[in-house]
């Protein structure tokens, strides 16, 4: 069965960075988009970042870019969102979650989460000074 477990979350000062990680296991990382989303209190689930199966195409939210960098690790089965310059506003529980996408839709789908159907717990990051 498809299992992803988020870590890395807590509390951090405005500009400060977290690494959260994506721990994926019941199959094989190389085929799946990974995604990840935030949901804060009082709004709507939003795509942050995702990357693609077996190359390294990737997107960002344009409140994040520029801030935020994904990578994965297929042979450990890991991806990481590494967040800096943190803000109040990235306060959130972020979820990763695993999709079949195809290249030629990455840009198109990779932000809208109907397009995966594992999902991992969640996480919690608070930006707060």
């Known amino acids: 069965q498809v299992h992803l477990v988020e870590s890395g979350g807590g509390l951090v000062q405005p500009g400060g960075s977290l690494r959260l990680s994506c721990a994926v296991s019941?199959?094989?990382?190389?085929?799946?988009?990974i995604g990840w989303f935030r949901q804060a209190p009082g709004k709507e689930l939003e795509g942050v970042s995702g990357i693609g199966s077996s190359d390294g195409i990737t997107y960002y939210a344009d409140s994040v870019k520029g801030r935020f960098t994904i990578s994965r690790d297929n042979a450990k089965n890991l991806v990481s969102l590494q967040m800096n310059s943190l803000k109040p506003e990235d306060t959130a529980v972020y979820y990763c979650a695993a999709g079949v996408i195809p290249y030629s839709g990455f840009f198109r789908f990779a932000s809208e989460h109907q397009s995966y159907d594992s999902w991992g717990q969640g996480t919690q990051v608070t930006v707060s000074s």
């Open positions: 019941g199959f094989t990382l190389d085929y799946y988009a």
